[in-house]
């Protein structure tokens, strides 16, 4: 089936609603091609291996992530921006990107598919810093306490690579914070919520002596190893509501 390109957008506003958040970059349509949509490719970033792998197989719309047009970059298009942007127009390819909206999401988004493919069942679950401007991240109770390397065990097989742990991996946590991608800055509010553990995917060098000094066990697993379930959640959404083709290519990066 097909669904026409602006009905695509239009779902995809009311579910994710990007007016809620002030972000770093447009969210929504960033290029626009053909005007309907029967094969959909999902990815983490609009990277031009991605590009290239999605206009082989035929994709009409490319759902990512991290797209283009970010705050305070240069607005030439020139070198690898003219490339991609070139593939995208000379095969008629639209490019929607939607970034915190993606976050955030509490069904279908990155951090709250993170938290189901853990098991975290966590009680007394909260927004980990209500009232910040990008409003993710997440941090609850589980119903018992683990050791630390029980979850670092369980996040490698999850994501395909051995997790950066700071930490003890035998140390019991029970009150656990995490928000995916580049968020190791929310450290500091993981401790104010009291979180025996903060789950993210990068580290900074200052985050290292943060959590010893804080005492609070440290997981950096990777941003985009972190990022792949959300916008694999939304591409089977539409799939499955509007019939379309859907094939999530994972292009790896060690980040």
């Not at 009680?123 to 670092?152: F, T, W, Y």
């Not at 985050?207 to 066990?217: L, N, P």
Request: charge should be negative; proline fraction near 4%.
């Amino acid at each position: 089936m097909a669904i026409a390109l602006e009905q695509l957008c239009d779902y995809l506003e009311q579910c994710l609603q990007p007016e809620r958040f002030s972000d770093y970059c447009p969210n929504g349509l960033q290029v626009e091609g053909r005007s309907h949509v029967s094969r959909l490719v999902t990815g983490v970033t609009a990277c031009q291996a991605l590009l290239d792998a999605a206009i082989e197989w035929g994709a009409d719309a490319i759902l990512v992530h991290h797209g283009y047009f970010w705050r305070g970059e240069s607005p030439r298009v020139v070198g690898m921006k003219r490339k991609r942007l070139g593939a995208l127009l000379a095969n008629d390819v639209s490019l929607l990107a939607y970034h915190l909206p993606l976050d955030a999401h509490p069904q279908l988004g990155n951090n709250a598919r993170l938290g189901e493919l853990m098991g975290f069942a966590l009680q007394h679950q909260a927004p980990l810093a209500p009232g910040s401007a990008s409003g993710v991240g997440n941090v609850g109770d589980l119903p018992r306490a683990v050791a630390a390397g029980e979850l670092v065990a369980k996040l490698a097989g999850i994501t395909g690579r051995q997790p950066l742990h700071v930490g003890d991996a035998s140390a019991m946590v029970r009150r656990i914070a995490w928000c995916t991608g580049a968020a190791q800055d929310y450290i500091d509010a993981a401790v104010a919520a009291g979180a025996d553990m903060y789950v993210t995917g990068e580290a900074s060098e200052q985050t290292v002596h943060t959590a010893r000094e804080e005492g609070i066990q440290f997981i950096a697993a990777g941003h985009h190893a972190t990022e792949r379930f959300g916008v694999q959640a939304v591409g089977e959404d539409l799939a499955a509501r509007f019939g379309l083709q859907h094939r999530f290519i994972d292009i790896d990066n060690p980040v």
